[in-house]
């Protein structure tokens, strides 16, 4: 192992303010938290649908968009 050549001339004391940078770590902490938990959802419900062949696909997204629209505040297409 090499040997540590650690010279100590003083000290120095650094005051920083990591509160912005705290904030904005807490905000991506929720956005992660909220990502995974559609993802989470957005599993369960393929789950629940099986496996569809292509032709099936365009009619699940518009089924997907719809429900994605209705969770968002927006009136279902059949209200």
């Keep these: 192992m090499a040997e540590s050549k650690r010279e100590s001339i003083g000290k120095i004391k650094i005051d920083l303010d990591v509160s912005d940078a705290i904030t904005g770590l807490k905000a991506v902490q929720r956005e992660a938290k909220a990502a995974t ?17 292509l032709a099936d696909g365009w009619e699940t997204a518009e089924s997907l968009r719809s429900v994605l629209n209705y969770t968002e505040g927006e009136r279902r297409p059949d209200e």
């Design 37 to 53: 938990k559609a993802l989470a959802e957005f599993q369960d419900l393929a789950e629940r649908l099986g496996e569809k062949s």
